[in-house]
């Protein structure tokens, strides 16, 4: 339990206040970062685990009422040890970035591109979301970071529905795969090697060399220009039973309008300048190392809000008529959102900025540009998150 409330406010360090200077942000936004709760989300149908946890911890545990699931604990409290995180009913997750889960608006059924998937709490959230319908595609360009994403999704048990590529989210092109396991098996010999079996984490030798055979003799030009590796998928994916070269087929742009995700999500790599957890690591790492963890070399602000318009354009490339994108980064900086959105805009005639309509009543403030929100902590109460919602115009 926390004693004697949260410790006073430590004057922010020069690296993150010269930061704060050279993106015209107000210090004044951290300066309840110190209080700002550890968010806790509850697995659909482990609530009964809240009274459990409550002792184990010896505080309470109070319910966000702006966001079903969630939970707010003192900031302090250590989540790890708990049997209720140990066997997977509840997860570490700030209720800003369940807020952007939520401004997707996912419906039974639909089939979800997650594009920066990594290590994936948003991914869980959509999954537990979706249920026993649709699918989840997780994409992330770091293998060890989406590896970390597959531990997480088997140790929910959410995996039967979800399909992880490690890929580069500006240039994936692979649609969702809307076959179910009872059609896609009808046709297909589990014998032939070019047909997806179950998914396993062992293959033999053999296995991976008839997949490199496989691979070879289906020949797709784009498969081996892009080469996203399939680190995972589960049973109703929509994988098992298909053929390698339905798997890795393009779309041209008139079917994506068709058969294109429902919904897309584009957590866009950022600064993280706006997450608590992350600005407090640098305790440990040192703020000498601030400059260089924020912008390295390949990761100047030009080239990190160029990454971010690819990954939006491309995301809202995959997206189907009618369908949504949520655009948010853990940033507050004007340049990795508000500029980015209004740039993606003046170059997409299809893309309409939606009001986030779930937002009523969320403690969050509108961003520059109309219809996007900005959650900070002085403001929330929560990490800081952009948000921005767009849905995909039917082609004329
Ligand atoms: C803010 S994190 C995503 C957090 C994640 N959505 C979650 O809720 O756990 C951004 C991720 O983008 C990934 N990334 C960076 N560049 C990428 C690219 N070109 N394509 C796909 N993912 C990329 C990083 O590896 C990182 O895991």
């Given at each position: 339990m926390s004693e004697g409330g949260a410790p006073p406010p430590r004057p922010l360090p020069p690296e993150l206040l010269k930061f704060l200077e050279e993106n015209h942000l107000d210090p004044s936004i951290y300066s309840s970062s110190h209080s700002v709760p550890r968010y806790i989300?509850?697995?659909?149908?482990?609530?009964?685990?809240?009274?459990?946890?409550?002792?184990?911890?010896?505080?309470?545990?109070?319910?966000?009422?702006?966001?079903?699931?969630?939970?707010?604990?003192?900031?302090?409290?250590?989540?790890?040890?708990?049997?209720?995180?140990?066997?997977?009913?509840?997860?570490?997750?700030?209720?800003?970035?369940?807020?952007?889960?939520?401004a997707l608006g996912v419906s039974p059924g639909d089939h979800v591109l997650d594009l920066c998937a990594a290590p994936g709490a948003k991914l869980c959230m959509l999954l537990d979301v979706l249920g026993n319908s649709g699918s989840v595609t997780g994409v992330d360009v770091s293998q060890h970071r989406l590896a970390a994403s597959r531990t997480l999704v088997q140790k929910y048990k959410l995996g039967d529905r979800c399909r992880l590529f490690v890929a580069d989210g500006t240039t994936f092109s692979l649609p969702p795969s809307r076959l179910h396991l009872s059609e896609a098996g009808k046709s297909q010999s589990y014998e032939d090697s070019n047909t997806f079996k179950e998914w396993t984490s062992r293959r033999t030798w053999k296995e991976r060399k008839l997949a490199a055979k496989a691979r070879k003799n289906v020949g797709l030009r784009h498969?081996?220009?892009?080469?996203?590796?399939?680190?995972?998928?589960?049973?109703?994916?929509?994988?098992?039973?298909?053929?390698?070269?339905?798997?890795?087929?393009?779309?041209?742009?008139?079917?994506?309008?068709?058969?294109?995700?429902?919904?897309?999500?584009?957590?866009?790599?950022?600064?993280?300048?706006?997450?608590?957890?992350?600005?407090?690591?640098?305790?440990?790492?040192?703020?000498?190392?601030?400059?260089?963890?924020?912008?390295?070399?390949?990761?100047?602000?030009?080239?990190?809000a160029f990454l971010q318009l690819k990954l939006l354009r491309n995301g809202f490339r995959l997206l189907k008529a009618g369908g949504t994108l949520v655009y948010s980064t853990c940033s507050l900086t004007v340049a990795q959102n508000e500029d980015v959105v209004d740039q993606f805009m003046s170059q997409n005639d299809s893309a309409v900025l939606q009001e986030i309509d779930t937002a009523k009543g969320w403690p969050c403030k509108s961003g520059r540009t109309l219809g996007t929100l900005r959650f900070d902590p002085a403001t929330s109460h929560t990490s800081g998150l952009f948000v921005a919602r767009f849905t995909k115009l039917t082609p004329r």
């Open positions: 989300r509850v697995k659909p149908g482990c609530e009964g685990c809240i009274e459990e946890l409550e002792a184990e911890i010896n505080c309470k545990a109070v319910k966000v009422d702006w966001l079903p699931g969630f939970y707010s604990l003192p900031h302090d409290v250590q989540i790890a040890g708990t049997s209720a995180y140990q066997e997977g009913k509840i997860y570490g997750m700030d209720a800003a970035s369940g807020a952007a889960v939520s498969f081996e220009s892009q080469n996203p590796e399939l680190i995972y998928y589960g049973m109703h994916s929509g994988v098992v039973g298909q053929k390698r070269d339905q798997l890795y087929r393009v779309l041209s742009g008139t079917e994506i309008s068709i058969h294109g995700y429902d919904k897309v999500l584009v957590d866009a790599e950022c600064t993280h300048d706006g997450s608590i957890r992350h600005i407090q690591k640098f305790e440990h790492w040192g703020w000498e190392t601030f400059q260089q963890r924020v912008f390295d070399a390949e990761r100047t602000e030009d080239s990190l």
